[in-house]
């Protein structure tokens, strides 16, 4: 009889004290993992928003430094007289027109003086990074897996009624990350101010091209672009 009693024993399953221990703990432990992936995000947002203000000032520091534009900056003689830093970084075809060149299309190709600009910017040591890099791979990675370019073409829409002026640009930004900064940085407004956004695609360097046809939603993912 004791024997069968014993048995019971080692059959019976959890009481209902260690299955709520059980559940608390996995309930603190999906939280945790929850509040890390916020503060990832909220990390990121912040690293997004020190480049949209870090950039310009590198940018305006260069400009000080030498008289021109970063990118806008040349002959190829007067580069390669700056040092050993500057050897083989090549002037753009229209520099020294006190403009940025650099078409929508190229805002993340690193055409025309998009990714001469930060060829310079690295040579001259304002930002970190391989000076000799071109085109497309002179472009820095932006904080949530896309690129960084600059255009001066009106985008957003395109013409009189678009962003004007020189703009930073970053693809493949998660909606929620897009809706914080332009809460951040403007009005919260992906259609409206200084902060625009075109509707892109994941994994995809979208041009910077049509305005938002709908409100931001964190679901989607955008190319947005900050005038300086």
Known sequence: MNQMT????????FTLIEIAIV?????????????????????????????????PAAMFSYLDRYGRL????????TLA???????????PVTATNGLLDAAAAGTFTGAAENGVLFQQLRASGFIPGDPTLTGAA??????FGGLIGLTN??????????????????????????IALDTQLDDG??????????????GAHTVPAAILAAPYTEDAVYTICYRI
């Open 81 to 91: 007289a700056r040092g050993a830093a500057w050897s083989g970084i090549t002037a």
């Open 153 to 178: 073409a009106a985008v957003m829409p395109a013409g009189v009624t678009g962003l004007q002026g020189n703009k930073i640009c970053m693809s493949n930004v998660p909606g929620s990350a897009a």
């Open 189 to 202: 407004v992906g259609t409206t101010g200084r902060f625009r956004a075109t509707l892109g695609v994941a």
């Open 23 to 55: 559940l608390v703990i996995i309930g603190l432990l999906l939280g945790g993992v929850l509040q890390g992936q916020q503060l990832i995000e909220n990390s990121r947002v912040r690293a997004a928003a020190n480049d949209f203000d870090g950039i």
């Open 138 to 143: 002179a472009l820095p990675t932006n904080p």
């Open 70 to 77: 970063p990118g806008d900056d040349g002959p190829t003689a």
């Open 6 to 13: 014993n048995i019971g024993k080692k059959q019976s399953g």
